[in-house]
T-cell receptor, first 117, second 114 residues
């Protein structure tokens, strides 16, 4: 069964520092996608970055990058040069290819990131 | 273009009443998902649809919860005989039906059971 684990309930980081949010996963499907979402205090879910299981390179989107270590089944999110606006809840999610054209997406329990000025 | 629309944005009702929550996905998105999020917690998967069928209903907490989708578009989540523990934010998301496609979320319905 698929599973996502985020072991850091909360983190405090100084503004302008880089931060790494951990995510490990478990699946028996060789085809899967990994996603990171940001949820500010306003509540909306914002898609940040995607990594496919067959991608050879780590995904990057602006200040966000994904440290994908397939053998370790980890997909950590790295935020460079953190800003006050990065304070939010961050969720890691996984979607298996499965046997149908769409499949369930499961989420980790989240990490609350707080940026100190 | 228009995003995922959920209504109502807030719902307050008395214990024991039935409620209906509505989700209007992004046009062309054949996959639709319902999640529940309690205050400060993660997302609890409830059900997802591919077209009008629901391949996975495993997350529905009890038989008081049901969901349907018609015309491959709008979905309604119905909670019968509401209980106080049903109080939460109910989030709907839609996506294209491929595993590399991200979900797009609505703003949620905040449900409060008195």
């Amino acid at each position: 069964a698929q599973k996502i684990t985020q072991t850091q309930p909360g983190m405090f980081v100084q503004e302008k520092e880089a931060v790494t949010l951990d995510c490990t996963y478990d699946t028996s499907d060789p085809s899967y996608g990994l996603f990171w979402y940001k949820q500010p205090s306003s509540g909306e879910m914002i898609f940040l970055i995607y990594q496919g299981s067959y991608d050879q390179q780590n995904a990057t989107e602006g200040r966000y990058s994904l440290n994908f270590q397939k053998a370790r089944k980890s997909a950590n999110l790295v935020i460079s040069a953190s800003q006050l606006g990065d304070s939010a809840m961050y969720f890691c999610a996984m979607r298996e290819r499965g046997y149908s054209s769409a499949s369930k997406i499961i989420f980790g329990s989240g990490t609350r990131l707080s940026i100190r000025p | 273009g228009a995003g995922v629309s959920q209504s109502p944005s807030n719902k307050v009702t008395e214990k024991g009443k039935d409620v209906e929550l509505r989700c209007d996905p992004i046009s062309g998105h054949t996959a639709l998902y319902w999640y529940r999020q309690s205050l400060g917690q993660g997302l609890e998967f409830l059900i997802y649809f591919q077209g009008n069928s629901a391949p996975d209903k495993s997350g529905l907490p009890s038989d008081r919860f049901s969901a349907e989708r018609t015309g491959g578009s709008v979905s309604t989540l119905t909670i019968q005989r509401t209980q106080q523990e049903d109080s939460a934010v109910y989030l709907c998301a839609s996506s294209l039906a491929r595993y590399n496609q991200p979900q797009h979320f609505g703003d949620g319905t905040r449900l409060s059971i008195l």
